[in-house]
């Protein structure tokens, strides 16, 4: 489903991603940790062009997303971000916020849109707060409608930056509890995050990155209770112990 | 010889009624459009493209570098000379309008530029194009810190119709000028003069300020 | 068009064009110091807490704010002479520039002392020291820092005001373009020399107040 070759990305002087090669399928559940400037907000920030790379080739679907002349919005329309920051736009209720792209850019009817904003919220759980906005909701609450938000389109694939690193430590597991649940109903999803405890229970793949590189790849229990590289090791004992 | 003065003075109150309503005439005019300008071309310079930006801080910079009378003059006497014959209405609107737009660009622009990235991310990652974006996400948040800057540029061009009695437009200010020829006493004239131009002004110069002490605390306010 | 524009003509008023840039320098800088003594001036009073006071300061700045410069000036111009004040056109120009400014430097003054944080003003009533001293040892040094780019913005729109003054035949920059177009029927040539001048001065007093700010940031982060 996404393929990445050989990429390359400067930020200036920066090499931030180095010869990255990646491959993740339908239905797959990849977890990409790493320290703070590995990359791994830029990788994923890549797939949809919100960043764009130097060299090298990118797949989404079978589309090139590096090629200039793609028409970004097919690509954009078939993946769901949800930011760090939640990102939800404040002058617009929580439904208003979740029905804006389905109308505008799937051209699909209000009502329509409406009735399937209300069952993405309900399947969040905030579809009480429908007609509330975002500032009079709590951390947790918001990231649940970004991450409706980012269901509303129907898109094939959902990228995650960090989904719950703003969140208080109580609101955590509120978002993290959707996020299991889209994994098993099968949609194909890449979280950077910290929260391993998600990539045990769901995740099909583990990715390590440190300065640029995919240092490691492998299934959570080969991840974490048997991984090769010394750097691996490092990091997994740094965020472990606690 | 004050009571002569004051009698003659109200005798010629319609007068300056009538300059008023030219007064209001080319300010609703000219602010009107430079609005409308000042939004599009606000808009655009926010995108921060190279060589648009050079163009429009090109046009911002003379409009702001040099005097408003001086710009009228321009418009007045020298269009005439490349073939474009205007009235002193029109010339006096164009003027304003140019100078307005000019102003608005940048308080446009710069209230764009204060919206936080992530959201105009949010906006191009669920496939909004760049108008959609613009129309439905940024614009909206962003009339909150245009709009107290916006009414003060308003008050600004009100009173820089007053300039454009030079080329012979019958305002408020021309006809104190005329007034006081005949009734010479400036302080009786140009006082009502004043308090005609303070009827209209000051209650947008309160309206701003309130504006900005609402937006502000709406800004601090929930959550 | 370009090419029919009489450089030998402006060559020649050059004299014509230096003296009222001369002119409109020293008037604008006369201006400015006048501005600065209304403005201080009128903030302290309306940061007076009586209102006896600042009543009069406040309605001095409202009535500037609201009315144009133009009828301010005519004001002054037509008025003075009745009250049996005999002022040079020069000088009703200086002095109407000088009150115009004066309230909106009373406005930045304002903002900039305004800025400063309560607890320093806290720190230095309980300290014991007095209005005055707490003015020029704590307030005043501290706002100014943060006034100079509002002030330099102030003296930019002072020198674009002072054009106004070509309308009360006061012979400065504007008048000077003025006659050239009215004497040598050359309004292009006059006009656009005169905007030239002025943009000039627009961007060096800009330069001036962005290298203040470079170095109030280098001095904020010692």
Redesign the interface.
Known sequence: MITFKKVNKWFGPLHVLQDINLDIEKSEVAVICGPSGSGKSTLIRCINRLESIQSGELYVDGIPVHDKKTNLIDVRAEIGFVFQQFNLYPHMTVLENVTLAPVKVRKMKPEHAKQIGIELLEKVGIHEKADSYPAQLSGGQQQRVAIARGLAMQPKIMLFDEPTSALDPEMINEVLEVMIQLAKDGMTMIVVTHEMGFAREVGHKVIFMDEGQIVETAPPDDFFDHCKQERTRLFLSKILTH | MWGIYLHNLLDSFPFFLKGLWVTIQISALSLFMSTVCGFFLGIIRSTRTRSINIVLAAYV??I????????I??VF??LP??GIQLDAFTSAVLSLTIYGTAYICEIVSGGIQTI?R??T?????????WP?QMR??IV??ALRPILPPLVGQY?LMI?????V??IGLTDV?RV??FT?QRI????L???L??IL??LI??PL?WFSNRLETMLSTEKS??? | MLKTFNFRVIFEMMPQFLHGLGNTAWICLVALIGALLMGIISCVMRLSGKRLISFPAVAYIEMIRSTPLLAQLYFFYFGLPGLGIPLTETQTGIMALSLNSGAYTAEIIRAGIVSIPKGQLEAATASGLSLFQRLRYIILPQAIGVTIPALLGQMIVLVKDSALLALISVFELTRAGQLMASERFMPAEGFFTTAAFYLVIYFVLKFLSQQWQKRLIFQQDR
């Open positions: 910079d003379i702001r570098g040099t005097p408003f009378l001086v710009q003059f321009i006497f020298i000379e490349w936080p992530g959201q991310e949010a906006a191009v990652s669920s496939g909004l194009t959609q439905y996400v909206p948040q008050v009173k820089d119709t007053a300039v009695s030079v200010t104190g000028w006081v010479p006493e400036g302080i004239v140009f006082g003069v004043g131009y303070f002004c000051y110069v306010g929930l959550g």
